[in-house]
């Protein structure tokens, strides 16, 4: 396992067996602290505000609010917590550095990838 320095995550994602196994992965890792879960990029930004998370991971491709859109209402909050978004399919976005996002992971190499993007920075 990486090591990784304590680190307090939110993880964001609308399919529940997808959140559940990425969450049970990450508590192999005893510097990590799930503090909160969510199903789509509303409530992800209520849980940022509330818990002040180090870390949110969370998905592109959610209901109400998609993971790009939440991202950057997030960092216009808290400048100070890493997003970390993730997507079966590379968003196509013209310009990366007008998205507020600390790192993009396709979601097919999120389980081998995210340890080593928990890392400080």
Same mark, same amino acid.
Request: aromatic share 4%; charged share 30%.
């Given at each position: ?6 680190v ?7 399919h ?16 990590? %602290?799930?503090?909160?879960? =969510? =199903?789509?990029g509303? %409530? =992800?930004?209520?849980?940022?505000? +509330? ?6 991971? !969370?998905?592109? +491709? ?12 997030i +960092? ?6 890493r997003?970390?978004?993730?997507? !079966? ?10 998205? +507020?996002?600390?790192?993009?992971? &396709?979601?097919?190499?999120?389980? %081998?990838?995210?340890? &080593? ?5």
């Amino acid at each position: 396992m990486e090591r990784v320095r304590n680190v307090s995550i939110v993880v964001v994602d609308d399919h529940r067996r997808f959140r559940q196994s990425l969450i049970s992965f990450l508590r192999q890792v005893p510097a990590v %602290e799930i503090l909160g879960e =969510a =199903a789509d990029g509303q %409530e =992800a930004e209520e849980l940022a505000l +509330k818990l002040s998370p180090d870390v949110v991971i !969370m998905d592109i +491709k959610m209901p109400r609010r998609n993971g790009i859109e939440a991202a950057t209402r997030i +960092k216009n909050q808290d400048r100070s917590v890493r997003v970390i978004l993730y997507s !079966m399919d590379e968003p196509v976005i013209s310009d990366w550095s007008e998205v +507020k996002v600390d790192r993009f992971i &396709p979601k097919q190499r999120l389980f %081998e990838e995210i340890l &080593p993007a928990l890392r400080p920075q």
